[in-house]
């Protein structure tokens, strides 16, 4: 049961916040109130996506105290301490684009399939081209096609012809191009990467423990990040890595776990 | 010595500026198909906003879609249900991806549920980007004013509103929140039957502030009467039109003293007087 402690706690994670979303409309809960794109803590507490912000400044609106001071929240929360976990520990389509993940590996689909490479650094052409498309509009561009906010407002508000999207993403990563959506193409995966780049948590990797299984590689969805396994003993410094631990499930050998990043010794 | 000059040397700078360009080729051509999708995404323009949106295109940039103002309107203490405890559909719906109107973005549908105007605006205070102007429903003594809510206009078809064939029904009149502010009753004789009254329902444009409660007690099939957004109902007189029996419009053409308003033509250069006059020997 080990093997998929923090895989639990992720989708623990993410349902909660699903749930208390759902509650926030159905029933009228005040502990978190909106959706993904802008919330409210308590009543009290703005949290505002800052790809959202960004988008809507491109697009010419006049920013509000509340937004800006939102969107500084979370911005600090993941620079300081998640780093990309809004990816693995809240984002609702990672729940899609696992499931499309775990299909793929059990069908060996990655094995047989005619591989296409598409560059990993699409995620950020993405959010240039976002926040040029949100100016040339007037109004903010991912916002109108982000799959996150159409699954997380489809939780709390019903689901409508938006969910053709999800399906679609789901069959593109598990039968195009693995980790497709979440590690090639999404620009808010791409934010998250930049605003995490210096935060503390960080999975290190012990060499003198690892057999060199590779079973780290086949599951983590950003795989370049795993660069050092069986070579050197050090922290995942890359930017794209989620933080979402399944590597740390499912090594055997003691070989990765979570670790302060440390900035003092070098 | 030719056959070696035959291959091509891939100098370093070849593949930077082809890797530029093939990018720039990539990212013109999705984002020309991603604006392409947002302007269409966009919403009709018949959509109708929650009370204190900015104007539409304002709008748009500004909403995040988080929803607050929906949340705050169908959990507001008026909405639930007395008997089951539970709130009945909101007014303020959210927008997916079928409804034409640009998605995740707040709208309402008169015929379903319309605005009930609650006096303490409960969907505006909770818009965190001020895409819902708390200072539009603000007055001098800065308290909420659902007087000053501006969704749309009520509309009326006379053609088949019932009141207009001279049967009596008043539903739209007494539905309305501002009852006798916002539609009065104009009484008329009915030449028909020479006997009966009309009872006909006029929309004082001022003072409607869209909520639709009477397009949704009409009474018709379809309604009759029925909100519109302003931009799309509304006509536009221009302001050189003064209606001269109305001392607040008269004061219209006091602000424009110093403007000349005179045309200068061929024929103005002289005083009337002067023209007329011309060639005619007095003496």
């Keep these: ?85 809004f990816c693995s520990w809240v984002c609702p389509v990672n729940m899609v684009t696992d499931a499309a993940n775990w299909l793929r590996r059990k069908l060996y689909i990655d094995k047989i399939e005619r591989k296409i490479w598409v560059t990993r650094n699409l995620r950020y052409y993405m959010i240039v081209i976002a926040l040029i498309v949100s100016f040339l509009t007037g109004m903010a561009a991912f916002e109108v096609i982000s799959p996150i906010t159409i699954l997380n407002r489809g939780v709390i508000f019903g689901f409508g012809a938006g969910a053709g999207l999800l399906v679609a993403i789901f069959f593109f990563d598990l039968f195009v191009l693995k980790n497709g959506w979440c590690g090639h193409i999404c620009p808010l995966g791409g934010v998250h990467s930049i605003i995490g780049k210096y935060n503390l948590f960080r999975v290190k990797h012990n060499s003198d423990n690892c057999t060199l299984c590779m079973k780290c590689k086949d599951v983590c969805p950003e795989v370049q990040v795993l660069n050092m396994i069986g070579k050197r003993s050090e922290s995942v410094l890359m930017q794209e890595c989620t933080n979402c631990g399944r590597c740390v499930d499912v090594c055997d050998d003691d070989a990765l776990g979570f670790n302060i990043r440390n900035y003092i010794k070098k | 010595m030719k056959k070696e000059g035959k291959k091509v040397q891939i100098s370093e700078r070849r593949r930077f500026f082809t890797n530029i360009a093939q990018s720039t080729g990539l990212g013109i051509m999705g984002g020309l198909l991603w604006a392409g999708y947002a302007e269409k995404a966009k919403s009709s323009p018949l959509t109708l906003r929650p009370p204190a949106a900015l104007e539409e295109k304002d709008f748009l940039r500004t909403c995040i879609k988080c929803g607050l103002c929906a949340e705050a309107c169908v959990n507001r203490p008026s909405n639930i249900d007395k008997e089951s405890g539970k709130p009945r559909p909101g007014t303020l719906k959210m927008a997916k991806a079928q409804d034409d109107v640009a998605i995740g973005t707040p709208f309402f549908v008169p015929v379903e549920v319309p605005c009930y105007m609650c006096d303490d605006i409960p969907c505006v205070p909770v818009c965190p980007t001020g895409a819902l102007d708390e200072s539009s429903v603000t007055n001098k003594e800065g308290e909420l004013d659902f007087k000053m809510m501006d969704m749309g206009i009520a509309v009326v078809d006379p053609n088949s509103c019932i009141a207009f064939w001279g049967i009596q029904c008043d539903a739209c009149y007494r539905a309305c929140p501002l009852l006798d502010e916002a539609i009065k009753l104009e009484y008329g004789r009915n030449e028909r039957t020479g006997k009966h009254a009309f009872l006909i329902p006029v929309i004082e444009m001022n003072i409607c502030t869209g909520c639709g409660l009477c397009e949704k007690a009409c009474v018709t099939e379809k309604p009759a009467i029925f909100i519109q957004p302003r931009e799309i109902a509304l006509g536009k007189p221009g302001s050189h039109y003064v209606k001269g029996w109305d001392q607040k419009d008269q004061e219209r053409v006091a602000e424009r003293v110093g403007t000349d308003v005179t045309t200068h033509g061929k024929r103005s250069e002289k005083e009337a007087a002067d023209y007329l006059n011309e060639g005619v020997d007095f003496e």
């Design chain 1, 1 to 85: 049961m080990s093997n998929y402690k923090y895989l639990i706690l992720r989708r623990i994670s993410q349902i909660t916040l699903l749930v208390l979303y759902f509650g926030g409309n159905a029933y009228g809960w005040k502990m978190l109130t909106g959706t993904i794109s802008s919330s409210s803590v308590l009543g009290a507490m703005p949290l505002s996506d800052p790809f959202a912000v960004l988008q809507m400044l491109a697009a010419g609106a006049a920013l509000s105290f509340d937004v800006i001071l939102g969107a500084i929240i979370i911005a600090l929360f993941y620079g300081i301490i998640g780093g990309r976990a």
